[in-house]
């Protein structure tokens, strides 16, 4: 079956001019299939079926417990992860450990070696604390690129490592140096290398989709040879010890805004030590590729439901939308400053992020459209109607309408009980439910039930012509009356 990185590779010879033919001979397929997935890259690949072992969920964890303890012991690994829930035996741990220090290489000395313009970036992630937002606190990461030949640097801070945010970042990088370059050098993150076995690395399928645009070749560095991606290595040191101490962030974006002035002042205009030159005069974006036109969109994509109260969940957080996208799918496209919802490729709304949690974000348009809304629903002739039975009535619709309940459906099964009831027992199940904040029709009706279990009642007299029993009277306001009997009796008092 055809592989993601060898759908890789026919691009990037494609790139180098190679015809389809040469391409075909060169990777050991057919012509045919090389012509189909130069002309859809995006067709899926089958997945081949490999056998699975019980040691596959545990692989990384002892890859790492191999890098920072390199003489460990099959029998301490096997009872450190039969505590996380291995079930195997200690032979086949025995053998993958075998495999690892086999592949495992001994220190060496190395010589430095220097790119050529715009052949070579380096990347890499640095942890840098945390930001805080009102009562929350959100990690702040930062992914270092560095053009190897120039040794300019680009920084961009996130609150995330997801695979889209790596994206982010990488394309902000290739506008800021103005090109991309032929090959990028990636550690073992697990948005770029999924699983490696000594020279044998298997990358993101993911990360491939998005280097294969750019005609990017992935190099994926050995394990523990720091020597490789020294660059970047370097450059989070001097990020870390130059730019950070002593500087105080009001947000993510004020980050990125100070990082980026210091870019420009300070990192990239400063004499390197190791070429001599400024990395800004010592780049050189004729010799970088031009970036696609158009471009394709990373931003952060998921797709979700819109909930009663007109809003969406993304990120810890509600985002409004409008109130007839009610019980629709829609989808959700976010960068680090902005929230974009949209319904069949048409933006419906747009929100600026917000980095706390459990906060509801909204828009004063989406509430006026809600408020409108309802106001449309409480002119309703059989809401009015169930409004005419006192203020507990109108103070429950209030209720209703807050809690997202459909009020002409909840107010027509309302109504309904009101016949089969009598309105002084609905009302007073319409009491109970207020005191005890039960909002929906289906409380009401249980109220009904339990008080019917000690009364009898009975229904009201059906007559032939249906549309006479179908016809509903506001009840009336018996203050009104109150104040013409005091009206007429203080008339009587006076003596005329």
């Known amino acids: ?35 189909k997935y130069i002309k859809e890259p995006d067709i899926l690949p089958q997945n081949n079926v490999q056998r699975s072992s019980k040691l596959d969920p545990y692989r990384l964890i002892i890859k790492e417990m191999v890098e920072q303890y390199p003489k460990i012991k099959a029998p301490v690994v096997l009872r450190h992860i039969k505590e996380k829930g291995f079930e195997g035996e200690v032979t086949i741990v025995r053998d993958y450990l075998r495999t690892l220090k086999r592949d ?36 702040l990461y930062a992914l270092a690129v560095i053009e190897s030949h120039s040794r300019m640097l680009h920084v961009s801070f996130t609150h995330s490592q997801k695979q889209a945010v790596l994206h982010q970042c990488l394309v902000d990088a290739f506008r800021y140096f103005g090109g991309t370059p032929k090959e990028i050098v990636v550690d073992n993150m697990l948005t770029a290398v999924t699983d490696r076995a000594g020279a044998i690395i298997r990358f993101n399928d993911a990360f491939l989709d998005f280097l294969r645009p750019f005609g990017i070749t992935p190099v994926a560095c050995n394990v523990r040879a720091p020597h490789e991606k020294g660059k970047i290595e370097n450059s989070i040191k001097y990020l870390r010890n130059n730019f950070w101490p002593l500087r105080e962030f009001e947000d993510l974006d004020d980050a990125q805004n100070q990082v980026l002035a210091w870019l420009d002042i300070t990192a990239n205009k400063r004499k390197h030590q190791t070429t001599g030159q400024a990395p800004a005069h010592r780049l050189r974006p004729d010799a970088l590729r031009s970036l696609p036109n158009p471009m394709a969109d990373f931003r952060e994509i998921e797709t979700l439901q819109v909930y009663k109260d007109f809003g969406i969940r993304f990120d810890a957080n509600v985002y409004t939308v409008p109130p007839r996208m009610v019980g629709k799918t829609v989808t959700v496209k976010a960068d680090r400053k902005t929230v974009s919802i949209y319904h069949k490729d048409k933006v419906v709304a747009a929100h600026k992020r917000c980095w706390q949690r459990r906060k509801r974000i909204e828009l004063e348009s989406h509430k006026e459209q809600v408020r409108k809304l309802r106001k449309k629903v409480m002119m309703d002739k059989e809401v009015s109607v169930f409004m005419s039975l006192g203020q507990d009535a109108v103070d429950y619709l209030e209720k209703l309408a807050d809690a997202s309940q459909p009020l002409k459906k909840t107010v027509k099964g309302l109504l309904l009980l009101q016949d089969s009831h009598g309105s002084p027992a609905l009302m007073c199940a319409v009491k109970k439910a207020l005191k005890h904040k039960l909002y929906g029709l289906d409380y009401i009706q249980n109220l009904l039930d339990q008080e019917k279990a000690h009364k009898v009642m009975h229904m009201p007299v059906s007559l032939k012509n249906d549309k006479l029993n179908d016809i509903r009277l506001t009840s009336p306001n018996l203050a009104e009356y109150d104040a013409i009997a005091m009206k007429r009796r203080g008339y009587n008092e006076s003596g005329n």
């Open 1 to 35: 079956m055809i592989s993601k990185l060898q759908i890789f590779e026919m691009h990037r010879l494609k790139g180098m001019g190679f015809s389809n033919r040469m391409i075909a001979g060169t990777l050991g397929l057919d012509r045919a299939t090389v012509s």
């Open 104 to 139: 495992a290489t001994t220190r060496q000395a190395f010589i430095r070696f220097e790119s050529d313009a715009g052949q070579q970036m380096q990347i890499d992630w640095g942890h840098f604390g945390s930001l805080i937002y009102g009562g929350t606190s959100r990690k």
